[in-house]
Structure formats: C-alpha cells, structure tokens
C-alpha cells in the first residue's frame, strides 16, 4: 500500500510529542488484518484522525497532517481497488491527450 502509483510515501513525518518516542521515525506503523488475500482492516497505534484534521493538538501520538492524509488516501486507494494495485490506463504512444487533459 505504500508504494501503489498515486499513493508513495517518501517521507513519514510525527508531530511533535511522537518524535521522540517512535524508534523508527521513517517507516508508517500500519497493521492489517487480512481476510482471505486482502486487507480487510487497517489499524495503527499511532494517531492518524486528528493529523487528517490538520488540528495542532499537543500530547497527540501519531502522524502529521501531510503524512495522516496519505496514508488515509492510500487505504483509501486499496480498499476501493478491492487490494489490487491500480490500473495504469493504456496510451498509444504519440497519442492526442484526451480532451479534459488539453489545455
């Protein structure tokens, strides 16, 4: 999920009272439980709702606001793919972009 076209995650960033208490300050805590070869449910100790708000609220343990809402779009992303990675759309080469792309 963190490496799926349109979801990367480059950079994992903590607000301020978690940086000193995570070990790993670079890596997504994200656990799944899978159900038969998907993710089912998405869950993290780490607090990634008051990050998605964007509210600077201290003593939170969790994600800051840019790195709460990738990983929400990223779930997002696979629960709506059904677990498969996103399909590239097919484009002949030297092809006329589509009329809602020209500008």
Do not use: C
């Amino acid at each position: 999920m963190y490496n799926e076209p349109g979801s990367k995650i480059d950079k994992v960033g903590w607000r301020a009272f978690a940086v000193d208490k995570v070990a790993d300050k670079h890596s997504p805590k994200l656990r799944g439980i899978t159900f038969g070869k998907r993710i089912g449910v998405f869950f993290s100790r780490e607090d990634i709702s008051a990050g998605i708000v964007g509210e600077p609220v201290d003593g939170i343990y969790g994600y800051d606001p840019k790195t709460a809402t990738d990983l929400m779009a990223g779930m997002l992303q696979y629960a709506q793919s059904g677990g498969a990675a996103p399909a590239k759309p097919a484009v002949a080469p030297n092809a006329p972009a589509p009329a809602h792309e020209k500008k």
